[in-house]
């Protein structure tokens, strides 16, 4: 079935052709049709929001199709994103699981789907399955760790280049740590960007204009080619 956005819905979980290895993916045929009976699933415009930043945790949502943004805001209004949320992955878990207010923001930055599990529903397939309880362990850990590297990024980073470069290569390792030249679709914009190293959006504009001169990365409106990954890893490194 097609949604508004021409989205095909995603509507039974043991049917799905996209499962790949999320938290929630290619779990046993119990638990997975278990997961089909407690989730809500529902197709989100750009620019909604399925939770935000101090409401309590009423659920996690499996982000089915599209990308969401995972941002956090200081009492004077300065944003960091925390993280760009990909198909597969589950928003909200730490809230949830911890009954606390959401931590983060959640925005869709495109069209797409995310399966809301209630709470308690949530806590009793964790309950259940040992299987979906070591998947949330290990997702938790993952969480932990990202949060720390986050805070090394912004807090030992010297510069805005060294944090713009080791998030150029930070996507470079999502898709397949190529030596080679890497062709990349960016879905954000500077502000966004600059949301990300805790910077300005005229400074990234300045080292996206830098980083081209230099022909260490090509970019063309969304389209974005790293040039020199070896350049970029000299300046983390400096």
């Not at 750009?46 to 949502?61: K, P, S, T, Y």
């Not at 878990?93 to 797409?112: D, F, R």
């Not at 996507?171 to 949301?195: D, F, K, M, P, Y």
Request: glycine letters at 6%; hydrophobic letters at 40%.
């Amino acid at each position: 079935m097609k949604s508004p956005y021409g989205l095909d819905i995603l509507d039974n979980c043991t049917t799905c052709s996209v499962r790949e290895q999320h938290l929630f993916c290619n779990l046993s045929p119990s638990a997975v049709q278990r997961l089909n009976d407690i989730t809500s699933p529902a197709i989100y415009p750009r620019a909604a929001m399925l939770f935000i930043e101090g409401q309590q945790g009423r659920g996690a949502f499996v982000l089915c199709r599209g990308k969401a943004k995972l941002s956090t805001t200081s009492r004077e209004g300065k944003t960091i994103i925390t993280k760009i949320a990909e198909h597969g992955d589950v928003l909200g878990l730490n809230a949830t699981i911890s009954n606390h207010p959401y931590e983060v923001t959640a925005e869709m930055m495109e069209p797409g789907q995310a399966n809301f599990i209630a709470s308690d529903a949530l806590l009793k397939f964790v309950h259940d399955y040992g299987e979906v309880a070591l998947r949330v362990a290990q997702q938790l850990s993952h969480n932990y760790y990202s949060a720390h590297e986050e805070i090394r990024t912004l807090g030992l980073s010297n510069s805005p280049g060294q944090k713009f470069a080791k998030l150029l290569l930070g996507w470079s390792a999502e898709r397949g740590n190529s030596n080679h030249s890497l062709h990349l679709h960016l879905v954000l914009t500077h502000e966004e960007i600059a949301e990300m190293i805790g910077t300005t959006r005229e400074t990234v504009s300045r080292l996206f204009a830098d980083f081209r001169k230099k022909q260490f990365i090509k970019s063309n409106g969304s389209s974005l080619v790293i040039l020199n990954k070896f350049a970029l890893e000299r300046i983390v490194q400096a």
